[in-house]
């Protein structure tokens, strides 16, 4: 008889679902529909495979990760879950390099101690401490860089954006959970046009889906809109070119919504901009990361231009809940 | 063979729901109860009404229904807007080929969620 291993626990399936299983344990585990439709029961498998039944509708990034449906899902093998969000490994990693990008973003390199792995486009928690952190993308690529790179925004008063800031130096040591969320490319469709469109550092994320994509000999075209109000929000402007340079299908569009353009920069949002070169995004991929307004205006108006809503992927960076006062941002969990 | 298997299943609530989602979207009338909305979220739960009333599995029940729509309600939601979404619905359905009879019995199952989705 398969068993399931949830937070130390292990438990005979019999004949339920893992939904009913781990709840009939007194275990919390949300759901609504019951029915495989709503989503909200969603687990991860950390080990073991779950049936094709428990993972049907769910995209295909969903799926990469182990994600499935609980109340769908009637073990056929031992497995062991987890909560979709749950933070489950940590690992140290000593920081290998911070570049300064621009006034308010630096790029901190960090070489984890054992194997880490990830998909170009996730995002991991940083902490300060064993109870504070925030979470970054990773701009880095694992066939490509030695190191995990990720771009930190300083924001003013926050407590650890202002840590990596003014005290994190090479040499030191952190801890870091593994890697997050769905928002990453995902190889088998390759000509498949993408558009990848952000805010900030919502280039990171994009910066790595995009040379990840390239890498994997992607065919379809690539474009990216990386905006923000002045030139000086902007970064890597100069990499992106030269990646633009060398590959046909990829196109790079460092776009100024603040102020009338300089050379080499587009006016407006990425938003107005990518849909005025792309008005039908029918049969498109779409990643959206950054400034959450823009992110939820971007889901919605691609998926008015074409784009089928299983295949718009976003990363808002959310505020922090708490403290109010604290302005700092991060990206979620896959909650939103 | 029941009204689910008949439309084509779990593969027929695909192929509708963006269609589906996208008229909502643009439909003037009610257009402005998703705005601000989750759209990722919007979209499984399109996912799940598209289900129920094609027949299929689900286990929502009137009381979900009820608290599902009462912000809704608050702001103004009433019979035009129900109308609305089943004629939405209704063309979607047209669009995808589906026999009237099968449109009339998908009407008739959303038809039975009305007082509920109103809070009447």
Known sequence: MPRVAFQGASYEAGELSVLDCLTARGHAVPSACRAGVCQSCLMRAVRGAVPDKAQAGLTPTMTARGLFLACQCFPTEDLEVALADDAIERTDATVSGIDRLNDDIHAVHLRPSRPFAYRPGQFLRLFMDSRTSRNYSLASVPTLDDDLELHVRRFSGGLVSGWIFEQLKPGDTVAISEAFGDCFYVPGKPDQNILLLGTGCGLAPLYGIARDALNSQHRGKIRLYHGARDSRGLYFTERLRQIEAAHPNFRYRPCISGEASADGYWAGTPLELALTDNPDLTGWRVYLCGNPQMVDAARIETFLAGAASSEIFADPFLPTAAPPAFAVYVSPASSS | ?120
Not at chain 2, 73 to 88: P, T
């Open chain 2, 1 to 120: 063979m029941g009204l689910y298997e008949e439309i084509g299943g779990a593969p027929a609530v695909d192929a509708a729901v963006d269609i589906f989602y996208r008229k909502v979207l643009k439909d003037p009338r009610i257009s402005r109860f998703f705005t601000g909305v989750d759209m990722a979220k919007q979209a499984a739960k399109q996912k799940s009404f598209l289900t129920m009333a094609f027949g299929g599995p689900n286990n929502y029940t009137g009381l979900d229904m009820r608290k599902g729509h009462a912000h809704l309600v608050q702001r103004g939601l009433d019979d035009s807007h129900f109308d609305a979404v089943v004629e939405d619905l209704g063309a979607t359905l047209k669009e995808l080929k589906v026999p009237d009879h099968l449109i009339a019995q998908v009407a008739a199952i959303a038809e039975t969620t009305r007082s509920d989705v109103l809070g009447k």
